[in-house]
């Protein structure tokens, strides 16, 4: 602003002066308006006070919360002793089961040779049965019902009134 003590540093002005951002024409007017200085002093008063009074609540109330005991704090298991129980704990559970695969006496172990067993294990009897079955839940399904979306134009088929073809994969399973 101006060096002249009749004016003196707006909130603006101090506050970049306090915060380290005024002009040099600022710092110049501090030297010389013993006001503005005044104005300056108190508000770091005011921040120090603050500090003081924040410190004392704080170390008041770490004074109040409760402390554990040392019996309690006996109790507590330290992070490395937890992490070397779950890595044997770990260890355990995947070398017994490993341990007794390979160490057990089953037919494997003997040389034998094991007949592969087949994916399904239903004869063919059982298999033209079932896709009898499904066809005929699949006819019971595709029946014309009147659905409660028709009047706006909605079907079991999307937009349209009509049965989507099937993929050439379903029909090539259908006929196995």
């Known amino acids: 602003m101006t060096n002249d003590s009749a004016v ?6 101090l506050n970049d002066v306090l915060i380290g951002l005024g002009s040099p024409g600022d710092e110049a007017h501090l030297v010389a308006c013993p006001a503005c200085r005044a104005r300056r002093a108190d508000f770091r ?3 120090q006070a603050f500090g003081e009074s924040s410190l004392a609540w704080s170390e008041a109330r770490a004074a109040a919360m409760p402390r554990p005991s040392k019996w309690q704090a006996a109790r ?3 992070i490395p002793a937890l992490g070397l129980a779950l890595a044997a704990m770990l260890l355990v559970a995947v070398a ?11 037919p494997s172990s003997s040389g034998a040779v ?10 063919e009897a059982q298999i033209a049965q079932d896709n009898e079955l499904l066809r005929s839940v699949d006819v019971a399904l595709n029946t014309d019902a009147v659905a409660p979306l028709n009047p706006y134009g909605f079907s079991p088929y ?19």
């Open 76 to 78: 507590r298991v330290p």
């Open 158 to 176: 999307g937009f349209s009134d009509k049965p989507r073809p099937h993929s050439k994969a379903r029909r090539k399973r259908g006929t196995e």
């Open 45 to 47: 008063a005011q921040v």
């Open 114 to 123: 094991v007949p592969p067993v087949s994916a399904s294990g239903d004869s």
């Open 96 to 106: 017994a089961p490993l341990w007794h695969h390979f160490n057990s006496s089953g």
């Open 8 to 13: 003196h540093l707006s909130e603006e002005a």
